[in-house]
C-alpha cells in the first residue's frame, strides 16, 4: 500500500519516497483513504496529482477520505 511507502514511521510524509512512488493510482487512492489530516489530505491529493489522478480527483478522494467514504469511491 501506498500509505506506508510515503510516509515516515512517525506519519510525517516522506518527500524521497513520494518522489520515486509508481504513478499507479489505486495505490494512491489507497493512500488517500486514511488521511491523518486535512493537511495530510491535501498533500496526498497534490500527489495524486503529480502521479496522474488529477488534483481535482485526488481533492474529492481527500474530502470522501475525511467523510469515510474513499473506500467505496476506490472500490
Do not use: R
Not at 519516497?17 to 509508481?22: L, Q, V, Y
Not at 493537511?39 to 497534490?46: D, E, G, P, R
Not at 500527489?47 to 478522494?61: D, E, P
Request: proline letters at 5%.
Amino acid at each position: 500500500m501506498l500509505t506506508a511507502a510515503v510516509l515516515t514511521p512517525d506519519g510525517k510524509l516522506d518527500a524521497a519516497a513520494i518522489a520515486a512512488a509508481p504513478a499507479d493510482a489505486p495505490a494512491i487512492v489507497a493512500a488517500l483513504a486514511a488521511p491523518a489530516s486535512d493537511a495530510h489530505a491535501t498533500a496526498l491529493a497534490i500527489i495524486a496529482g503529480i502521479h496522474g489522478v488529477g488534483i481535482a480527483q485526488g481533492t474529492l478522494i481527500a474530502q470522501l477520505a475525511k467523510s469515510g467514504g474513499a473506500g467505496k469511491a476506490a472500490g
